[in-house]
T-cell receptor, first 112, second 111 residues
Framework: DAGVTQSPTHLIKTRGQQVTLRCSPK?????VSWYQQALGQGPQFIFQ???????QRGNFPDRFSGHQFPNYSSELNVNALLLGDSALYLC???????????FGSGTRLTVV | KQEVTQIPAALSVPEGENLVLNCSFT??????LQWFRQDPGKGLTSLLL?????REQTSGRLNASLDKSSGRSTLYIAASQPGDSATYLC??????????FGTGTQLKVEL
C-alpha cells in the first residue's frame, strides 16, 4: 500500500522564480494538506484541499497557491520565490480528520 | 489561537533508559492529538493517534496519554534504543482539521 508520494525530493531555484511541488495521497485518502517546515521548527500549515477546493488556509501570502485534481493528487505552487521560502515542504493526506494524517517524505526547496 | 509547547527541546539518555516527552497546549477544545517521529531531513512518521474520546494509546514500547483538562500529553518510551534517536513532534487538530505542531524534542539515545 503506497503511502504519500511527493516529487521532486530536492529542488534549487533562484529568487523570483516560480516552483511547483506535487503530492499523491495515500490510497483511500481524499484530503490533502501542505505544510512548510523551516530548519529547527515544527511544520506550519499552508492550506488544505478537499473535493478540489481549498477548505482552509494558514497564514501564508497569496504567492502560495494550490490545486487538487479529481484523483485527489495535489500541487503546491509558489510564485516570486524569496530566500525565506527555503524549507522542507511536506504533504499530508487523510480521510477526514478523525483518523490521523499520513505524511510524505517532503520536498527540500532551496532558493538562492 | 492554539499554542503547542514541547519540553525539553533536546534530551540525551543512555541506552535502556525509560523516558517521557512532554507536550502542552493552550486550548483544550481539540479533536485529536498525534505524535510523530522525524529523522533528520526526512518526512514525518506517525507513531500514535489519540482521538478526543480516548485517554491513551499504546504501540510496542510507546505509550501516549492525553489529558485535555490540563492541556497536556506525554509520550513514554520504554527501554530506549539508539534507533529511537530522532525528533519527536506532537500535533493537535482543533476546528478545521489542520494540525498545529509543537517545535519538537530532539532525542539522542547513546550506547
Amino acid at each position: 500500500d503506497a503511502g504519500v508520494t511527493q516529487s521532486p525530493t530536492h529542488l534549487i531555484k533562484t529568487r523570483g522564480q516560480q516552483v511547483t511541488l506535487r503530492c499523491s495521497p495515500k490510497s483511500g485518502h481524499d484530503t490533502v494538506s501542505w505544510y512548510q517546515q523551516a530548519l529547527g521548527q515544527g511544520p506550519q500549515f499552508i492550506f488544505q484541499y478537499y473535493e478540489e477546493e481549498e477548505r482552509q488556509r494558514g497564514n501564508f501570502p497569496d504567492r502560495f497557491s494550490g490545486h487538487q485534481f479529481p484523483n485527489y493528487s495535489s500541487e503546491l505552487n509558489v510564485n516570486a520565490l524569496l530566500l525565506g521560502d527555503s524549507a522542507l515542504y511536506l504533504c499530508a493526506s487523510s480521510q477526514g480528520g478523525n483518523y490521523g494524517y499520513t505524511f510524505g517524505s517532503g520536498t527540500r526547496l532551496t532558493v538562492v | 489561537k492554539q499554542e503547542v509547547t514541547q519540553i525539553p527541546a533536546a534530551l540525551s539518555v543512555p541506552e535502556g533508559e525509560n523516558l517521557v516527552l512532554n507536550c502542552s497546549f493552550t486550548d483544550s477544545a481539540i479533536y485529536n492529538l498525534q505524535w510523530f517521529r522525524q529523522d533528520p531531513g526526512k518526512g514525518l512518521t506517525s507513531l500514535l493517534l489519540i482521538q478526543s474520546s480516548q485517554r491513551e494509546q499504546t504501540s510496542g514500547r510507546l505509550n501516549a496519554s492525553l489529558d485535555k483538562s490540563s492541556g497536556r500529553s506525554t509520550l513514554y518510551i520504554a527501554a530506549s534504543q539508539p534507533g529511537d534517536s530522532a525528533t519527536y513532534l506532537c500535533a493537535l487538530t482543533g476546528g478545521g482539521n489542520k494540525l498545529t505542531f509543537g517545535t519538537g524534542t530532539q532525542l539522542k539515545v547513546e550506547l
